[in-house]
């Protein structure tokens, strides 16, 4: 008969054997959940916290409350956002990590979405981050306003001399490079039309803010009738070139309507009507001459 190697039930030896099986399954559920929990935990792709943050380890300063950062669009100057940037960053600036941690926290719309649709693993350090932000945006800069354009912004029909003046300085601070205030005033009064620029021209020297105060009462003074519409008057004269006696009669009637125009009113008093009353016959009286005769006294006679 074949010998049999197997443990007999119940001995020491398959009891043992059968504590080991059950060890191991139990080990390996675990480790099954582990896998799982994870798996799970880490969903899809690049949305862990490591992946979606810069410098996830950085720790700040006790009691350090982050300031308050000027916004950048994606418009304008990035270099300028830099250094408005960095000089929030006054006493924590030194450190590459929190710099590069507060950055997006500057940023809106295109900007923003730039950032975001960026690798934030590629940047190793600040200057790599802020090459890649120059890169992007340094076409602002390359594009810039000049004096020639700034010169030939003029003011729309619809637009308010206010409006205008503050679309101008906005233009004309894009301009590089930078302009000084003397020679914004300037090169905003030689923008204006004859009507405005004969009397803006007086106070050019002033503040800028004077010069839109001076404007908008031109502007007042053109809705009044007080001061010539030259651009009503380019118009009327273009519409006579183009001929047509309606239309002349048409432009005839607008053109007596804006001399007619004035706010100042003059009251007119009657004149009494004047009489003529002839003067009453009036006879000269002749003169009269009364001669009294003339006195001699002799000499008295002579004594011997």
């Known amino acids: ?28 559920k675990k480790l099954t959940s582990r896998i799982q929990g994870v798996e799970g935990s880490k969903g899809i792709e690049g949305l862990n916290c490591e992946d979606l943050c810069i410098q996830p380890d950085i720790k700040l300063p006790e009691g350090y409350k982050p300031p308050k ?29 929190i710099r590069m941690n507060f950055f997006m926290r500057s940023l809106i719309g295109d900007a923003l979405s730039w950032y975001i649709s960026r690798d934030p693993k590629k940047w190793s350090n600040w200057v790599g981050m802020v090459s890649d932000f120059m890169d992007k945006f340094r076409f602002n800069t390359e594009n810039a306003s000049d004096v020639f354009y700034i010169q030939n912004l003029k003011k729309k029909p619809t637009e308010t001399f206010c409006g205008y003046a503050t679309r101008w300085r906005s233009e004309a601070a894009k301009v590089r490079p930078a302009l000084e205030e003397e020679q914004m005033n300037k090169f905003f ?19 800028f803010s004077d010069i839109i105060k001076l404007g908008e009462r031109i502007e007042e003074g053109i809705k009044n009738g007080m001061v010539m519409n030259l ?40 004149m009494p009507p004047l009489t003529y009353q002839p003067a009453p016959n009036y006879q000269v009286p002749s003169p009269s001459y009364q001669t009294s005769p003339p006195t001699y006294q002799s000499p008295p006679p002579p004594t011997y």
């Open 69 to 97: 950062f000027e916004m950048f669009d994606g418009k304008g100057d990035p270099t300028v956002h830099l250094r408005t940037y960095c000089d929030k960053l006054v006493g924590v600036g030194k450190d590459e990590k």
């Open 189 to 207: 009064v030689r923008a204006q039309d004859p009507q405005y620029y004969e009397r803006l021209m007086l106070i050019e020297s002033l503040k």
């Open 231 to 270: 651009e009503a008057l380019q118009a009327t004269n273009k519409a006579l070139q183009s001929g047509g006696s309606s239309k002349k009669r048409d432009v005839g009637a607008v053109m007596v309507a804006q001399r007619t125009k004035s706010p100042i009113k003059y009251q007119t008093y009657p």
């Open 1 to 28: 008969m074949p010998h049999s190697t197997q443990p007999i039930s119940g001995t020491p030896e398959s009891n043992d054997k059968d504590l080991l099986n059950r060890n191991l399954a139990e080990e390996l």
